[in-house]
């Protein structure tokens, strides 16, 4: 059965910490790893990663994959309170359906 | 990015009545539409694919006919929730892709949501 892990499953830090979100995954014919942030209401589009290695940035974010060990990780560096979210992790595997994980619980403290 | 709108954001319904969701792609053709449930503090559970012109693929233990979904057109779908019970309340979530742009490796586009609450 295919899965996705993500740890820790909650993390709070203070302003100006960095943190590392994990994914781990299992699944059949792997395609691409997402990361979406989510606030309130529905998830918004961070990285898409398709090829071990290459690491994607935007601002304070970035991510990395690696298809050998199969994981990704999101790090997010001089953390600010408007990073506060839960951030999921997705999948897809041979079809265009998302596999996601149960998410990370992020409280940045002023 | 792409928008996907969903209507209503809020809906709370008496036990044992109907109601409908729409999820719409504002400026591109959803040829694939996915409707998603989410209970708090969980993560999106895929409920069915909806497919433009055909029948919706249900994930396993999803209702097909407690969940119908309709795709009648590339922009529109929707989610009926038949006789609806409280366990049914939750946040319902849909997103679409468009197949045509980037084959395989385009991301689902998300909608705001729908929070339904059965009393």
Partial sequence: EDKVVQSPLSLVVHEGDTVTLNCSYEVTNFRS????????????????LTSSGIEKKSGRLSSIL?????????????TQTGDSAVYLCAVTSGTYKYIF?????LKVLA | ??????????????????????????D???????????FPKQSLMLMATSNEGSKA?????????????????????????????PE???FYICSARDMLAGGFYN????GPGTRLTVL
């Fill in chain 2, 28 to 38: 591109f053709q959803a040829t694939t539409m996915f409707w998603y449930r989410q």
């Fill in chain 2, 57 to 85: 693929t249900y994930e396993q233990g999803v209702e097909k006919d407690k969940f119908l979904i309709n795709h009648a057109s590339l922009t529109l779908s929707t989610l009926t929730v038949t006789s609806a019970h």
């Fill in chain 2, 88 to 90: 049914d309340s939750s």
């Fill in chain 2, 1 to 26: 990015g792409a928008v996907v709108s969903q209507h209503p954001s809020r809906v709370i319904c008496k036990s044992g009545t109907s109601v409908k969701i729409e999820c719409r792609s504002l």
């Fill in chain 2, 107 to 110: 991301e689902q586009f998300f």
């Fill in chain 1, 33 to 48: 790893l997402l990361w979406y942030k989510q606030e309130k209401k529905a998830p918004t589009f961070l990285f898409m």
């Fill in chain 1, 101 to 105: 994980g149960t998410g990370t619980r």
């Fill in chain 1, 66 to 78: 690696d298809k050998k060990e199969l994981f990704s990780i999101l790090n997010i560096t001089a």
